[in-house]
């Protein structure tokens, strides 16, 4: 599958949790998993996007949404792709909520765009 990397989310000396866009504009998180040294791909959709990054999910909650996950190996110039309906692994950060992560670690501008909007009456 081809993913253009939009952004990081989650950086501490390289990519602990990037978010990615598929060609045909779908949001895909890529994942560091604490029990291996793969990164673990997972589809999401805006609005649980916006509940993640808002503070109203963990990572681990919103990678049990997922129905389309895939893990990309690689080992010298081979690299396989496995695609999954369900996948159990450990995420790194996975039991925390985006607001519980260090603000050192979070990109200082794209994020605006997940805010969620609301209208004051």
Do not use: A, W
Request: include cysteine; charged fraction near 25%; charge should be negative.
């Amino acid at each position: 599958m081809n993913l253009e990397k939009t952004l990081d989310l989650i950086n501490s000396e390289g990519t602990i949790l990037g978010l990615y866009l598929s060609k045909n504009k779908k949001f895909f998180l890529g994942s560091k998993t604490t029990d291996s040294l793969e990164t673990i791909y997972f589809k999401v959709t805006d609005h649980e996007l916006k509940m993640y990054i808002n503070g109203y999910i963990t990572l681990n909650e919103l990678y049990g949404f997922s129905d389309n996950i895939f893990i990309v190996t690689k080992s010298g110039r081979d690299k396989k792709t496995y695609i999954f309906d369900q996948y159990s692994c450990n995420l790194t950060f996975g039991d925390l909520s985006y607001n519980q992560i260090n603000i050192d670690m979070k990109p200082t501008i794209g994020l605006d765009k997940f805010s969620f909007n609301v209208d004051e009456e």
